[in-house]
Protein backbone atom coordinates (compact mmCIF):
# COMPACT_ATOMS: atom_id res chain seq x y z
CA UNK A 1 0.00 0.00 0.00
CA UNK A 2 1.44 3.43 -0.83
CA UNK A 3 1.57 6.56 1.63
CA UNK A 4 -1.17 7.99 -0.16
CA UNK A 5 -3.62 4.85 -0.09
CA UNK A 6 -2.70 4.68 4.04
CA UNK A 7 -3.51 8.17 4.52
CA UNK A 8 -6.17 7.81 2.16
CA UNK A 9 -7.54 5.15 4.04
CA UNK A 10 -7.00 6.56 7.66
CA UNK A 11 -9.60 6.16 10.03
CA UNK A 12 -8.54 8.35 13.35
CA UNK A 13 -11.09 6.52 15.95
CA UNK A 14 -9.42 3.65 15.29
CA UNK A 15 -5.97 4.28 16.57
CA UNK A 16 -3.92 2.01 18.73
CA UNK A 17 -2.05 4.28 21.04
CA UNK A 18 0.25 1.75 22.52
CA UNK A 19 0.85 0.73 18.99
CA UNK A 20 1.70 4.08 18.12
CA UNK A 21 4.01 4.72 21.09
CA UNK A 22 5.46 1.39 20.37
CA UNK A 23 5.96 2.16 16.27
CA UNK A 24 6.41 5.96 16.43
CA UNK A 25 3.64 6.00 13.66
CA UNK A 26 -0.18 6.96 13.22
CA UNK A 27 -1.06 5.45 10.15
CA UNK A 28 0.16 2.51 9.70
CA UNK A 29 3.02 2.53 6.25
CA UNK A 30 3.76 6.00 6.87
CA UNK A 31 6.33 6.12 9.58
CA UNK A 32 6.89 9.71 11.40
CA UNK A 33 9.71 9.43 13.50
CA UNK A 34 7.92 11.34 16.03
CA UNK A 35 4.10 11.58 17.09
CA UNK A 36 2.17 14.15 16.10
CA UNK A 37 2.10 15.47 19.68
CA UNK A 38 5.07 14.72 21.01
CA UNK A 39 6.73 18.35 20.48
CA UNK A 40 9.55 17.78 23.12
CA UNK A 41 8.60 20.58 25.26
CA UNK A 42 5.38 21.99 27.10
CA UNK A 43 2.27 23.20 25.34
CA UNK A 44 2.79 27.15 24.85
CA UNK A 45 -0.68 27.59 25.80
CA UNK A 46 -0.30 25.71 29.24
CA UNK A 47 2.89 28.10 29.74
CA UNK A 48 0.33 31.21 29.40
CA UNK A 49 -2.03 29.22 31.56
CA UNK A 50 0.66 28.57 33.86
CA UNK A 51 2.09 32.07 33.66
CA UNK A 52 -1.30 33.47 34.73
CA UNK A 53 -0.95 31.88 37.98
CA UNK A 54 -4.25 29.38 36.89
CA UNK A 55 -1.77 25.97 38.15
CA UNK A 56 -2.72 24.95 41.81
CA UNK A 57 -1.57 22.37 44.38
CA UNK A 58 -2.26 18.75 43.55
CA UNK A 59 -1.82 18.41 39.53
CA UNK A 60 -3.06 15.46 37.30
CA UNK A 61 -1.79 15.57 33.47
CA UNK A 62 -4.29 12.93 32.37
CA UNK A 63 -3.75 11.72 28.78
CA UNK A 64 -0.49 12.73 29.59
CA UNK A 65 1.86 10.82 26.61
CA UNK A 66 5.38 11.32 26.78
CA UNK A 67 5.04 13.78 29.97
CA UNK A 68 6.42 16.93 28.63
CA UNK A 69 3.49 18.94 30.55
CA UNK A 70 3.36 17.13 33.73
CA UNK A 71 7.54 17.63 34.02
CA UNK A 72 7.03 21.33 32.79
CA UNK A 73 5.22 21.46 35.81
CA UNK A 74 7.04 19.50 38.54
CA UNK A 75 10.01 21.37 37.57
CA UNK A 76 8.42 24.76 38.49
CA UNK A 77 7.82 22.61 41.82
CA UNK A 78 4.38 21.76 41.41
CA UNK A 79 3.12 18.19 42.93
CA UNK A 80 2.20 16.42 39.91
CA UNK A 81 0.93 12.82 39.11
CA UNK A 82 0.78 12.01 35.06
CA UNK A 83 -1.34 9.52 33.58
CA UNK A 84 -1.84 7.61 30.45
CA UNK A 85 -3.55 4.72 29.34
CA UNK A 86 -0.36 3.69 26.81
CA UNK A 87 1.99 2.08 28.49
CA UNK A 88 4.74 2.74 26.40
CA UNK A 89 4.18 6.54 27.22
CA UNK A 90 4.52 6.36 29.91
CA UNK A 91 7.97 4.64 30.06
CA UNK A 92 9.24 7.39 27.96
CA UNK A 93 7.68 9.62 30.69
CA UNK A 94 9.55 8.60 33.20
CA UNK A 95 12.78 8.40 31.49
CA UNK A 96 12.44 12.02 30.47
CA UNK A 97 11.74 12.79 34.16
CA UNK A 98 14.75 10.92 34.90
CA UNK A 99 16.95 13.01 32.55
CA UNK A 100 15.34 16.57 33.86
CA UNK A 101 15.29 15.39 37.69
CA UNK A 102 12.17 15.98 38.41
CA UNK A 103 9.31 13.86 40.27
CA UNK A 104 6.36 12.99 38.77
CA UNK A 105 4.05 9.97 39.84
CA UNK A 106 3.49 8.66 36.48
CA UNK A 107 1.13 5.75 36.17
CA UNK A 108 -0.72 3.72 33.28
CA UNK A 109 -4.30 4.21 34.06
CA UNK A 110 -7.77 4.42 31.89
CA UNK A 111 -8.89 8.43 31.78
CA UNK A 112 -12.73 6.81 31.84
CA UNK A 113 -12.02 5.26 35.69
CA UNK A 114 -9.31 7.05 37.21
CA UNK A 115 -9.69 4.33 40.15
CA UNK A 116 -8.00 4.83 43.04
CA UNK A 117 -7.73 8.85 42.86
CA UNK A 118 -10.74 9.86 44.59
CA UNK A 119 -10.47 13.93 45.63
CA UNK A 120 -7.12 13.88 45.20
CA UNK A 121 -6.37 17.07 42.70
CA UNK A 122 -6.36 20.71 42.83
CA UNK A 123 -5.62 21.16 39.14
CA UNK A 124 -6.09 18.64 35.81
CA UNK A 125 -4.56 19.20 32.64
CA UNK A 126 -5.72 17.64 29.86
CA UNK A 127 -3.99 17.99 26.78
CA UNK A 128 -4.96 16.08 23.36
CA UNK A 129 -7.01 13.65 25.16
CA UNK A 130 -10.55 14.67 25.30
CA UNK A 131 -10.89 14.30 21.33
CA UNK A 132 -9.62 11.06 21.44
CA UNK A 133 -12.73 9.55 23.43
CA UNK A 134 -15.90 8.28 22.18
CA UNK A 135 -19.09 9.72 23.05
CA UNK A 136 -19.86 7.29 25.83
CA UNK A 137 -16.17 7.47 26.84
CA UNK A 138 -16.31 11.21 27.00
CA UNK A 139 -19.07 10.89 29.29
CA UNK A 140 -17.36 8.76 31.60
CA UNK A 141 -14.13 10.38 31.46
CA UNK A 142 -15.94 14.25 32.80
CA UNK A 143 -17.68 11.77 35.43
CA UNK A 144 -14.33 10.22 36.68
CA UNK A 145 -12.94 14.23 36.12
CA UNK A 146 -15.11 15.17 38.83
CA UNK A 147 -14.53 12.53 41.24
CA UNK A 148 -10.76 12.54 41.35
CA UNK A 149 -10.95 16.39 41.69
CA UNK A 150 -11.43 18.57 45.16
CA UNK A 151 -14.39 20.87 45.05
CA UNK A 152 -13.55 24.25 43.69
CA UNK A 153 -10.64 22.19 41.58
CA UNK A 154 -9.95 23.62 38.35
CA UNK A 155 -9.65 21.52 34.89
CA UNK A 156 -7.39 22.67 31.91
CA UNK A 157 -8.23 21.32 28.90
CA UNK A 158 -7.41 21.11 25.21
CA UNK A 159 -8.78 19.55 22.66
CA UNK A 160 -9.19 19.64 18.97
CA UNK A 161 -12.50 22.16 17.48
CA UNK A 162 -14.52 20.93 14.78
CA UNK A 163 -12.60 23.48 12.44
CA UNK A 164 -11.38 23.69 8.99
CA UNK A 165 -10.31 20.20 8.79
CA UNK A 166 -9.97 18.49 11.49
CA UNK A 167 -11.82 15.93 10.10
CA UNK A 168 -8.35 14.75 8.54
CA UNK A 169 -6.66 14.69 12.06
CA UNK A 170 -9.38 14.67 15.15
CA UNK A 171 -10.41 10.97 16.36
CA UNK A 172 -13.65 12.42 17.38
CA UNK A 173 -14.73 16.25 16.42
CA UNK A 174 -15.45 18.44 19.49
CA UNK A 175 -17.71 21.01 19.09
CA UNK A 176 -19.10 23.82 20.90
CA UNK A 177 -22.42 22.78 22.22
CA UNK A 178 -21.02 19.18 23.64
CA UNK A 179 -18.35 20.91 25.73
CA UNK A 180 -21.11 23.78 27.02
CA UNK A 181 -22.94 20.86 27.77
CA UNK A 182 -20.82 18.82 29.05
CA UNK A 183 -19.00 21.08 31.59
CA UNK A 184 -22.02 22.84 33.02
CA UNK A 185 -24.03 23.14 36.41
CA UNK A 186 -24.45 21.49 38.83
CA UNK A 187 -20.95 19.68 38.57
CA UNK A 188 -19.32 22.62 36.76
CA UNK A 189 -18.97 26.13 36.45
CA UNK A 190 -17.82 26.77 32.50
CA UNK A 191 -15.03 29.91 33.07
CA UNK A 192 -13.50 29.96 29.60
CA UNK A 193 -13.99 28.36 26.15
CA UNK A 194 -12.26 30.05 23.08
CA UNK A 195 -10.63 28.90 20.64
CA UNK A 196 -6.89 28.47 20.21
CA UNK A 197 -3.99 26.72 18.44
CA UNK A 198 -1.74 23.54 19.73
CA UNK A 199 1.72 23.06 18.34
CA UNK A 200 2.53 19.49 16.59
CA UNK A 201 5.03 18.71 14.86
CA UNK A 202 5.10 18.38 10.90
CA UNK A 203 4.34 15.88 9.10
CA UNK A 204 5.99 14.14 6.39
CA UNK A 205 6.54 15.73 2.95
CA UNK A 206 4.75 13.03 1.37
CA UNK A 207 1.54 13.13 4.18
CA UNK A 208 1.94 17.33 3.72
CA UNK A 209 1.54 16.84 -0.25
CA UNK A 210 -1.21 14.56 -0.08
CA UNK A 211 -2.95 16.93 2.62
CA UNK A 212 -2.30 20.20 -0.41
CA UNK A 213 -4.00 17.65 -2.86
CA UNK A 214 -7.24 17.95 -0.56
CA UNK A 215 -6.56 21.89 -0.10
CA UNK A 216 -5.78 21.78 3.61
CA UNK A 217 -3.78 25.23 4.13
CA UNK A 218 -1.73 24.49 6.82
CA UNK A 219 -0.75 27.08 9.31
CA UNK A 220 3.00 27.11 10.35
CA UNK A 221 4.25 29.10 13.08
CA UNK A 222 7.79 30.88 12.91
CA UNK A 223 9.79 27.76 14.01
CA UNK A 224 8.27 25.90 11.11
CA UNK A 225 6.23 23.91 13.42
CA UNK A 226 2.18 23.00 12.65
CA UNK A 227 -0.63 24.88 14.40
CA UNK A 228 -4.03 22.82 15.22
CA UNK A 229 -7.25 24.40 16.23
CA UNK A 230 -7.96 23.87 19.83
CA UNK A 231 -10.46 24.67 22.37
CA UNK A 232 -9.71 26.00 25.59
CA UNK A 233 -11.62 25.05 28.13
CA UNK A 234 -11.17 26.16 31.49
CA UNK A 235 -13.60 24.97 33.93
CA UNK A 236 -14.15 25.36 38.04
CA UNK A 237 -15.75 21.57 39.86
CA UNK A 238 -18.24 22.08 42.04
Not at 161 to 168: I, L, P
Not at 221 to 237: F, K, N, Q
Request: negative net charge.
Amino acid sequence: MSQSDAVSQFDPAEIDFEQAYRDKTVVEGVPMGRLPWDIGRPQPVLVEFEHAGRIAGQVLDIGCGPGDNAIYLASLGYQVSGLDAAPTAIEEARTRAAARGVAVAFSVADATELDGYDDRFDTVVSSALFHCLAAEQRRDHVAALHRVMRPGGRLIQFCFADKGHSEAYAPFQIGEEELRAAFAAPDWSLHTLRIDRMVTIMPPPSVRDILAERGVELEIDETGALLLPIWVLEAERI
